[in-house]
């Protein structure tokens, strides 16, 4: 068994449940009546329909080539809607109803889900080069249970009925040989017919949160996020739509992939501190398990019979320990370190040494015991003061530069592509990164901009400097 598979699967089981089921966790709620919203593929034709989603996700990952010994495994993982319907039993017959009420039981009408993880293959570097193309199919299937009166007469009954599905995967791949890598291309293609219809019938038949495990047991994979300079220069982009490939395991391995329909970084880890799946991972856990505590009993009881996963919901949050809820306080964690510092213990461990002055006296050295989170610490940098070196030359406030983005973090970095601009501040930040603050020299509004602090942000990797103003007293010195 792959640990590295077994680490990255406990993120992909978080991406699988993403937005699965929102608080309050109640079938009622306006929120969870719009579901199924990342990696849904629907059914051939749907999408032109307009009551379906496209059919197709695919990307290029980037494969060392080792050659005869490279090889690809794939698994994928996606929810298959299962629904459930409840029918109350009027002579003789089974009329469907939102909601089946006998004695102090209810049962309600509510789209479930069954998990699907398909191994697709294990392929060599002759069987990527050549096209690989596998078919899956996955069966429809009708379960039923007879619910009765407490007289043993029959008073209804809750039927679960999955669609049939079919998939289409298919793998090529090309070398570049300056790069050492295959460019492989994965496409997921969801094949089952549209019978046509609505919204409802089409989403029956979709592969819902629909993402990928990739494994090179021979050899590795190289970030598409952030690739060595080498690799970027012979293959200076990949296409992606609907996916996005990140190197996934724990950090400083390369032999696993995770193919998300969401955008993550590199080595994404679900937070020891997390131990209840609440399906919502923009949410903070403390705020959310407090929020669910709060419901009244009432509430619970619906969640609970909404969704058997909100009902361990539920429980799991009832259960918490004094000693659990504290743990999702939180803890302060060093980045540069790996430290990591207990709020409640008032201990620290694992201090960051900052070298440069102390709470505004100049010349001075931190306190020896100052942790890095230290508010005293921010007196050892002034962006107006600090000063980067890039190609030899000093950059500090007042210094002109081009523009030259390169890192994608935003979109709309583009638009100041080869554009001049003036440096309002030289920026280090606790991972020991730097970051410069511009404002473009063209821009009608670059004054406004810098009285008020609204500044552009770029590494210094990133800028070309033009000519530079006298620094001022240079306090920190960066080579670039």
């Known amino acids: 068994m792959n640990p590295n598979l077994e680490l990255a699967r406990a993120v992909a089981d978080a991406v699988l449940y993403e937005g699965y089921l929102l608080y309050p966790y109640r079938g009622s709620s306006t929120k969870n009546r719009s579901r199924w919203q990342f990696g849904v593929l629907g059914p051939c034709g749907a999408l032109e329909s307009g009551h379906g989603e496209a059919s197709a996700m695919s990307t290029e990952i980037l494969l060392e080539d080792v050659g005869e010994r490279t090889r690809l495994g794939m698994y994928l993982r996606f929810l298959q809607i299962q629904r459930r319907l409840v029918q109350r039993a009027e002579g003789g017959r089974f009329v469907p109803v939102d909601v089946l009420t006998v004695g102090s039981s209810e049962w309600l009408a509510w789209d479930e889900a069954v998990e699907h993880e398909e191994q697709i293959g294990e392929f060599d570097r002759a069987d990527l080069l050549a096209g690989v193309t596998v078919y899956r199919d996955f069966a429809a299937g009708v379960e039923t249970e007879s619910v009765h009166a407490d007289d043993g007469r029959p008073a209804g009954r809750v039927v679960r009925r999955r669609e049939w599905l079919s998939a289409r995967i298919t793998l090529s791949a090309r070398p570049i040989e300056a790069a050492g890598v295959l460019v492989v291309t994965l496409r997921v293609e969801n094949t089952t017919p549209d019978p046509g219809g609505d919204k409802t019938t089409?989403?029956?038949?979709?592969?819902?949160?629909?993402?990928?495990?990739?494994?090179?047991?021979?050899?590795?994979?190289?970030?598409?996020?952030?690739?060595?300079?080498?690799?970027?220069?012979?293959?200076?982009?990949?296409?992606?739509?609907?996916?996005?490939?990140?190197?996934?395991?724990?950090?400083?391995?390369?032999?696993?992939?995770?193919?998300?329909?969401?955008?993550?970084?590199?080595?994404?880890?679900?937070?020891?501190?997390?131990?209840?799946?609440?399906?919502?991972?923009?949410?903070?856990?403390?705020?959310?398990?407090?929020?669910?505590?709060?419901?009244?009993?009432?509430?619970?009881?619906?969640?609970?019979?909404?969704?058997?996963?909100?009902?361990?919901?539920?429980?799991?949050?009832?259960?918490?320990?004094?000693?659990?809820?504290?743990?999702?306080?939180?803890?302060?964690?060093?980045?540069?370190?790996?430290?990591?510092?207990?709020?409640?213990?008032?201990?620290?461990?694992?201090?960051?040494t900052v070298d440069a002055t102390s709470l505004g006296a100049p010349g001075g050295e931190p306190p020896a015991d100052a942790p890095w989170w230290d508010p005293g610490v921010d007196g050892s940098v002034s962006p107006e003061l600090d000063s980067v070196v890039i190609a030899g030359v000093p950059v500090s406030k007042g210094s002109i530069v081009t523009v030259h983005p390169s890192r994608r973090a935003d979109a709309q970095d583009l638009f100041s592509a080869g554009r001049r601009a003036r440096v309002t501040g030289v920026f280090f930040d606790v991972d020991g990164a730097t970051h410069v603050s511009v404002v473009l020299l063209d821009d009608p509004a670059a004054d406004l901009h810098e009285w008020y602090g609204r500044y552009l942000y770029f590494s210094p990797d990133e800028l070309e400097p033009i000519a530079a103003t006298e620094p001022g007293r240079v306090r920190k010195e960066v080579q670039q």
């Open 202 to 352: 089409a989403i029956a038949r979709s592969l819902i949160a629909t993402h990928a495990l990739v494994t090179a047991p021979e050899s590795g994979f190289v970030s598409t996020t952030d690739p060595p300079a080498a690799v970027a220069a012979a293959v200076p982009r990949t296409a992606h739509d609907r996916c996005w490939p990140v190197l996934a395991g724990p950090e400083g391995q390369n032999d696993v992939l995770l193919l998300a329909p969401i955008i993550l970084y590199d080595h994404p880890v679900i937070a020891p501190e997390s131990t209840v799946a609440l399906f919502d991972s923009t949410e903070i856990d403390e705020i959310l398990t407090l929020r669910v505590l709060t419901l009244t009993d009432d509430e619970k009881a619906e969640a609970r019979r909404t969704d058997p996963r909100a009902a361990e919901i539920i429980d799991r949050c009832e259960a918490m320990t004094p000693e659990q809820m504290q743990q999702l306080h939180g803890v302060l964690r060093d980045p540069s370190s790996g430290g990591v510092r207990d709020p409640s213990s008032g201990g620290v461990r694992d201090r960051r």
